[in-house]
């Protein structure tokens, strides 16, 4: 999942590049979308924090 | 573009990539494989330097410096949690030291500098719509670079993680050890 992230920010800047803004934008939004959603997933344990 | 606003998006998407780099260093020189948040907070740098391989390309907008500020406020939360798990004092640490700083704290502080440097940028002003914009030989040199690191880290990620989740401590290479 996290190789398919950098390979969509990758393919963004690509397109981009290539000229293409709103897909270049679009791929942007649903790596960012993802990555999201990965980091999510990824910070449900419990902090051990005590104040 | 005015010239100090495009040479300080070059310096950014340089930067970024040193970034990229440095941490490249640390996982092949030093053997230390990153962690689920450290991957993640690769991927917000690489974010955020879409933001600034966008300006070299099209000129700067105001749209991409709001993309480098989400993708920048992504990054300080995955680094931010990061700090959160190893700051009472016993918890730990994840990785090597930078002079007294892990790099999950480097991370949130390069990502503050960067909604920071992002601030200044849009008080220096934007293009007005429509002005044409031809990326020189150092821009295409420079975002050349990044891309290719971003695509060098979804190879090694893959073969660090392989298709679906990194262990939390990782110690080998998925690929490798099938």
Known sequence: MSSLLFLLTAVAMIIGWAGRWRLAVGVFVVAFLLSLAWLNHHITDPLALGF | MPRLVEFANLLAVLG????????????FALGELPCP????QRIAFALTAFGFVMN???GAKPA????IILA??????ASGRQVMLHIVPGSGAYGSAVL??????WAFILFGLLVLGVAVLLLMGVPAAGTRHQPGVPATAAAFLVIALVLA????????CGPIECPDDPT??????R
């Open chain 2, 16 to 27: 970024l990539g040193i970034v990229l780099l440095a941490a490249y260093g640390f996982q």
């Open chain 2, 56 to 58: 070299l390309r099209f």
């Open chain 2, 37 to 40: 948040l450290c991957t993640l």
């Open chain 2, 64 to 67: 991409h410096y709001g993309l």
């Open chain 2, 72 to 77: 920048a406020l992504f990054g300080m939360t």
């Open chain 2, 153 to 160: 880290n979804a190879v090694t990620t893959f073969v660090q």
């Open chain 2, 172 to 177: 080998s290479y998925w690929l490798f050890s």
């Open chain 2, 100 to 105: 007294g700083l892990h790099f999950y704290s």
